[in-house]
């Protein structure tokens, strides 16, 4: 089972939030397309959470995207972003979902996740660690740390 579906049409965008979200843990699933998305829902091991920009993914967009979702997984939570000429300026007040601000980044992202109670599956890779520090007394030469 994924933890995330994310359904983001920019191939670049998709891609950067596909590995932040693996590098925090997630198993993420992620589609270019509205009817790629519904696919994946219909399967058995579907995710925990959908991840969606709003903006037209072929041919949807705005609330039916999100209508198209609750027909397959009427409970499945809801992170949405979108520009304000697909969405109102209101977001649909409904349980299990929740409007992500533009720009999303990934720190938004993450925090509305653990609201959901959703929980990365898998341990995250582990942060950046320089391979050497450099040393006060030693006139600044770089050793490697142990």
């Excluded at 995330?4 to 397309?33: I, K, N, S, T, Y």
């Excluded at 696919?39 to 995207?65: E, K, M, Q, T, Y």
């Amino acid at each position: 089972m994924h933890d995330l579906l994310l359904l983001e049409p920019d191939d670049l965008l998709r891609d950067v939030l596909h590995h932040a979200l693996e590098d925090a843990g997630f198993r993420v699933q992620a589609a270019a397309l509205a009817g790629e998305a519904l696919s994946c829902l219909r399967s058995p091991r579907s995710a925990r959470l959908l991840l969606a920009n709003l903006d037209g993914a072929d041919g949807l967009a705005g609330f039916a995207i999100i209508d198209a979702v609750r027909t397959e997984r009427p409970d499945l939570p809801i992170l949405y972003h979108a520009s304000r000429r697909t969405m109102p300026d209101t977001p649909r007040c409904a349980p299990q979902m929740e409007r992500l601000a533009r720009p999303v980044r990934l720190l938004d992202v993450l925090q509305a996740i653990g609201r959901f109670g959703v929980s990365p599956g898998r341990p995250s890779v582990a942060p950046f660690r320089p391979a050497s520090v450099p040393c006060p007394g030693k006139g600044g030469q770089r050793h490697p740390l142990p």
